[in-house]
Nanobody, 122 residues
Framework: HVQLVESGGGSVQAGGSLRLSCAVSGYTNIGWPYCMGWFRQAPGKEREGVAVFDTATAYSDLVKGRFTISKDNSKSTLSLQMNSLKPEDTAMYYC????????????????WGQGTQVTVSS
């Protein structure tokens, strides 16, 4: 059983920073290789990939240079450091995991957290 629980969302002014965390349990049940990532979904929009991490990291062009995805050594926590936030970053952010190498399609991911809201005001 794989469980993902996000935390760290909130409200911030444009230009500010937030750090999201995802507590992962049961990651050994995902298999190898495996991918973990962050997705976001704004009202009325499709869920989109933000950053993914298997043996390397990859970022959406919309966040490259501002966001950093990381895993701790025990692989039990996935983080997303978000700097220079913009109002267009406002969305529900989800932690996700899948067996196999990373992809950008949310449909490929098997495991999801409940989401954490990020709101950036101008």
């Amino acid at each position: 059983h794989v469980q993902l629980v996000e935390s760290g969302g909130g409200s911030v002014q444009a230009g500010g920073s937030l750090r999201l965390s995802c507590a992962v349990s049961g990651y050994t049940n995902i298999g190898w290789p495996y991918c973990m990532g962050w997705f976001r979904q704004a009202p009325g929009k499709e869920r989109e990939g933000v950053a993914v991490f298997d043996t390397a990291t990859a970022y959406s062009d919309l966040v490259k240079g501002r966001f950093t995805i990381s895993k701790d050594n025990s692989k039990s926590t996935l983080s997303l450091q978000m700097n220079s936030l913009k109002p267009e970053d406002t969305a529900m952010y989800y932690c996700a995991a899948k067996r196999g190498w990373c992809s950008w399609s949310s449909y490929d991911f098997n495991y999801w957290g409940q989401g954490t809201q990020v709101t950036v005001s101008s």
